[in-house]
């Protein structure tokens, strides 16, 4: 076991396959996939529609071939996409990312046709299906697949659309990723020249010096303008493939799918924004009165991040470790074990160096049963918070190991509370631990930030999609115009708090060009404000809730959002009272900061 002082800030990859994106054991994993998606292929092509609940067994069969199959091709694909996140110029790493993009198409034609076999069953053999042993602790995924498939074209069609899409979809989420990799800022800091990749020139956003928190927001604006035409081509592919595929299936509400990945209803959703919209005063007054402590009437994009004192906290890789272990262990003892295993084990990349891929991410190896975190990390007390809300991540993974691994597939609003929940262990940590006022309102004013980001940023984000998405039907939208969308979705998500805005923003944020995930923003917001209500009961019932939060995390993949609240929280969440109830725990943030800076004034 390593002592405190070792934690690794680079991660072990070789422990899945030897030797990188070189492996010959990786190498050897791909082609023994490549046999099982063919079996499968055989598998699918000769399953009957059933007849009779007598067939439970034979259909459980090809569910677990599919899972076994499905568990090794995400096993290759999360170790891959580690390589290229790590590594932009891993130029291997790339060309095995394409080759697992024929494989996964490959293997979702033979899932969709095994799908629309066996959804055909008459109603009353369905049900008896459902009822068997052998199938009923899959009966929510498979009525899933039933509804699913009713909304989807013909089995032919939908495997050309996942054929095409290789190339004339993911690929276009590929080639963002090449050209963001291929940025560099140069920059002077602390009299020292950098070349700096876009996740490190980010990190200076909360720089203590004023001048270089506008000089590197202005050279990263400067090279999304150098190239907001690549990127505006890019993201115009993206949507109008998939407004092309909506349109053949006869969808016309762009949140339709997700909405429909995330378990949610629109009225949840409508409820959700209704409740935040309603409450943003208090938020936008702490924008602009932190605009006054740095000397502005309203804040400038480039000052979001900054700090408020001189006393800005720092901690190193190990130090945050350690604060992290320690205040989960105080939540409950599994989290605590758990995370100390992550860092013991190297599962964590975070080390600040040049040519890594910008933001964090949690990823999950399933035959492993293992996670690994991906991150830059830099020393601020917002680098701690993302490091926990990954951990919350990869927790959530670990708490569904005794499910079978069909019931393991949750939605993105749900996979968010548990991360947020994490990051919200940490961040009121961190304010109780404040052994200053001054310290106390620098972690505060962090806290709140990310307030301001779930219900300012990203309703930014999803005014600006939604609009793109609404305009994208009817041509294609240049990089003037896509600025303009993103200038006045800013401006009325942050309620007028804004003095200078980011109008490249939708270059820069990799979650627009996720191609697996539509409308990557909403389900942030979800999470946040979920996890508030979990966290209050939480405080409430000590150590003895860790086991309720985990049995909950275990019900996320097997039914709808509001049934999950329902159960574990007693809360129609589809009503705007619920929403706003979190909204207020966040207001009392804010009235504190208010508090403890007039008196410092």
């Not at 096993?75 to 990312?97: H, N, P, R, S, W």
């Not at 961190?430 to 001054?438: G, L, N």
């Not at 389900?523 to 000590?542: C, D, N, R």
Request: with cysteine; net charge negative; aromatic share 10%.
């Amino acid at each position: 076991m390593k002592t405190k002082e070792e934690y690794s800030q680079v991660w072990d990859l070789d422990v899945f396959f030897k030797g990188g994106s070189a492996s010959e054991e990786l190498r050897q994993h791909l082609d023994a996939v490549k046999v099982q998606i063919g079996t499968l292929e055989e598998l699918a092509n000769t399953t009957q529609t059933p007849v009779s609940k007598d067939e439970a067994v034979q259909v459980l069969n090809v569910l677990e071939e599919i899972t076994n199959t499905g568990k090794n091709l995400r096993e290759a694909g999360a170790v891959i996409g580690c390589f290229t996140a790590a590594d932009i110029k891993d130029k291997k790493a790339l060309v095995l990312q394409s080759e697992m993009g024929s494989m996964g198409a490959r293997y979702s034609t033979v899932i969709l046709k095994f799908q629309q076999t066996i959804t055909k069953a008459e109603d009353n053999v369905w049900n008896e299906l459902l009822e068997s042993e052998q199938l009923s602790p899959f009966a929510f995924v498979l009525n899933e697949w039933r509804e699913q498939v009713k909304l989807k074209l013909s089995e032919k069609e939908e495997s050309l659309i996942t054929a095409l899409s290789v190339d004339g979809y993911n690929g276009w989420g590929q080639l963002y990723n090449q050209l963001v990799g291929d940025i560099k800022i140069e920059m002077t800091v602390n009299g020292e020249e950098k070349k700096l990749s876009v996740g490190q020139a980010n990190n200076l956003g909360s720089h203590p010096d004023a001048a270089v928190r506008k000089e590197v927001f202005e050279k990263l604006e400067e090279a999304w303008e150098s190239k907001e035409d690549f990127f505006a081509s890019t993201l115009n592919h993206l949507a109008g493939f998939r407004l092309a595929v909506y349109e053949k299936r006869g969808w016309d509400n762009v949140l339709a799918e997700p909405l429909m990945r995330n378990r949610m209803s629109q009225e949840t959703l409508d409820a959700m924004w209704g409740a935040i919209g309603a409450n943003k005063a208090p938020f936008a007054d702490f924008l602009k009165y932190k605009a006054n402590m740095l000397g502005s009437e309203k804040i400038n994009w480039y000052d979001m991040s900054a700090p408020v004192t001189s006393s800005t906290k720092e901690m190193s890789y190990q130090e945050g470790a350690e604060f992290i272990l320690e205040h989960f262990g105080k939540f409950g003892p599994e989290l605590e074990a758990f995370s100390r295993k992550a860092f013991e084990d190297s599962w964590i990349e975070a080390e600040d160096r040049a040519d890594k891929r910008p933001g964090g991410f949690c990823t999950g190896m399933p035959v492993s049963e293992q996670s690994r975190i991906f991150m830059t990390y830099s020393g601020s007390m917002s680098n701690v918070a993302t490091l926990a809300h990954e951990l919350g991540h990869a927790f959530h993974s670990y708490a569904l190991r005794p499910v079978p691994y069909m019931n393991r597939q949750y939605a993105m609003g749900v996979a968010e509370t548990a991360s947020t929940f994490a990051e919200m262990i940490v961040a009121d940590a961190s304010v109780k631990a404040a052994e200053t006022e001054e310290e106390k309102l620098a972690l505060l004013e962090d806290k709140i930030q990310r307030s301001v980001a779930f219900f300012m940023n990203i309703h930014a984000r999803f005014l600006f999609e939604t609009r793109f998405y609404e305009e994208r039907k009817n041509g294609v939208v240049p990089a003037s115009r896509l600025n303009e969308l993103m200038e006045e979705a800013q401006h009325e998500a942050y309620a007028g708090a804004l003095d200078s805005t980011h109008p490249h923003f939708w270059a820069s944020k990799l979650h627009f060009y996720i191609t697996g995930t539509p409308f990557y923003n909403f389900p942030y917001t979800f999470g946040y404000l979920f996890s508030l209500s979990i966290y209050a009961k939480a405080l409430t019932e000590g150590e003895s809730f860790e086991q309720k939060y985990m049995a909950l995390l275990r019900d996320t993949a097997i039914m709808s959002v509001e049934d999950l609240a329902m159960k574990h929280l007693g809360e129609d969440i589809t009503k705007e009272e619920f929403w706003a109830k979190g909204v207020a725990l966040c207001v009392k943030d804010v009235e504190e900061f208010l508090k403890i800076a007039s008196e410092e004034r």
